[in-house]
């Protein structure tokens, strides 16, 4: 296949390639084989032999390819949640909402329904990548591995391991319990796919309030033996901190809570760091563990707002997460949008070197996902050798009568004398599911709109 017209994807942090007559070719196996820049249609083709009957598949409605989202941290259990929090703050909206909940999921009925629901919302977002959080319930775990694996998102699937400080009706009861039944959800997603060609397992300690200091080096011990990636909560909100001072009084701080258990590595993905100390960031770089800013959640739990300039310029790989339900939207565009905000906030008190713009959200969303993920070689953006994991942009035009052009429901309008820049930063800032007319996993098309014409 063949994908032609403009395309727009990330450079660097602060760089966005805006191609206007683009041509990527994509291979039977989803991998990108060419990008052509400047060609016209016919150039394209004839440049490249073989793809002479390759299918032909245009940009439409003003619109531009851009790589798959990455949603670095989501909870698929928590999606009927969005929305509902109230003004409860991290450690109560736990107990309150999120545990029973989860807890609910472990009726096999109620899960498919759930998490069949939140693959196919997500993909309509244009997320061809999530970081899953499931519950502690290892067939109910297991069967979102099966839905994103037949909708053809890639992810990773997490079993949640929380041994202590958690209600009796939802936890482990044991160490043992928590080890058995991660390591029984790593080997059944190993098995659905060998090569882990788009989904893979990984290691869910909650966060350190919910597991004791024998289970987190349990499973630091698991994530040493089998190499499977690690995911969990840190620095959150001041009272959750305050609680692992006082579980940890061995520990110098959070996060060596985490590395004393050897689950401070560059295959972890460590959601929210808000109110990280500069020897928490110092240590988290050092040992290459990545980090998953989620904006939405961390104001709607008005837990903080995370300081993303000093995390990214000391080195750390961020990404962004919607951390479905603390945040209340499964998209990743609203979550660009929202750290814009919150840098905003954040530079009405450090000053406006804080501010993000719309070329480094996006980079978030994209590349700095990817690495968050361990996947910088594979997606991310359009490469010869990665994998086509797009989404096609549809933007509505306005015509001389000022009416819609098209029939298309399209939230952005664009007029004709904006520049690319401005089309991409209106897109930002209106775009939402409606301007994602077709998503792609690996060449797979996994998401149209009515309006995607083949
Ligand atoms: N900390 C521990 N569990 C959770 C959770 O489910 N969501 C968020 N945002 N923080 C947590
Ligand atoms: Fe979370």
């Excluded at 629901?117 to 309509?124: D, F, I, M, N």
């Excluded at 940890?248 to 004393?260: L, T």
């Amino acid at each position: 296949t063949i994908y032609l017209g403009p395309f727009v994807h990330s450079q660097s942090l602060a760089e966005l390639e805006i191609c206007t007559q683009g041509a990527i070719g994509v291979d039977e196996k989803g991998t990108i084989a060419f990008v052509e820049r400047d060609v016209t249609e016919a150039i394209a083709v004839a440049k490249h032999e073989g793809w002479e009957s390759a299918e032909l598949v245009r940009v439409q409605d003003n619109g531009f390819f851009f790589p798959g989202f990455i949603d670095t941290h989501i909870h698929a259990s928590q999606y009927p949640n969005t929305g509902i929090f109230g003004k409860s703050t991290l450690l109560d909206w736990l107990n309150t909402y999120t545990f029973p909940l989860e807890s609910s999921l472990h009726a096999l009925s109620r899960a498919r329904q759930v998490y069949s629901r939140v693959v196919s919302r997500t993909l309509s977002h244009g997320t061809t990548t999530a970081a899953y959080y499931a519950t502690v319930h290892v067939a109910s775990t297991n069967l979102l591995a099966d839905i994103c694996l037949a909708k053809g998102q890639r992810a990773f699937v997490g079993r949640v391991c929380m041994n202590t400080l958690s209600p009796d009706y939802y936890r482990d009861a044991s160490v043992e319990d928590a080890v058995r039944d991660s390591r029984a959800s790593i080997d059944y997603i190993r098995k659905i796919d060998p090569g882990a060609e788009l989904v893979a397992p990984i290691i869910t300690p909650r966060f350190a309030p919910s597991c004791t200091a024998e289970c987190l080096s349990a499973l630091g011990e698991l994530h040493r033996e089998t190499g499977v990636h690690c995911q969990t909560h840190i620095s959150e909100n001041k009272p959750e901190i305050a609680l692992v001072k006082e579980l940890f009084p061995e520990r110098k701080s959070y996060a060596d809570v985490y590395d004393a258990a050897g689950l401070l590595t560059p295959k972890m993905i460590l959601a929210h760091a808000v109110h990280l100390t500069g020897d928490e960031v110092e240590l988290i770089k050092e040992r290459g563990a990545k980090i998953s800013h989620c904006p939405a959640s961390n104001t709607a739990l008005t837990s903080g707002c995370a300081r993303v300039r000093e995390l990214i310029e000391s080195g750390i790989a961020v990404g962004l997460g919607t951390d479905v339900s603390g945040g209340f939207s499964p998209s990743v565009l609203e979550m660009a949008r929202q750290a814009i905000w919150v840098s905003r906030f954040v530079a009405m008190n450090d000053g406006d070197q804080a501010k993000l713009s719309t070329e480094e959200v996006l980079y978030l969303a994209t590349r700095g996902g990817a690495k968050v993920v361990g996947l910088e070689n594979k997606i991310g953006g359009f490469e010869v050798g990665m994998d086509w994991d797009a989404q096609m942009i549809g933007l509505g035009a306005v015509s001389e009568s000022g009416e819609a052009a098209s029939e298309s429901e399209d939230p952005v309008d664009v007029w004709g004398w904006e520049s690319w820049d401005d089309r991409v930063a209106k897109w930002v800032y209106n775009g939402d599911d409606r301007s994602t007319v077709a998503v792609w996993v690996k060449g797979r098309l996994v998401h149209q709109t009515s309006r995607y014409q083949r």
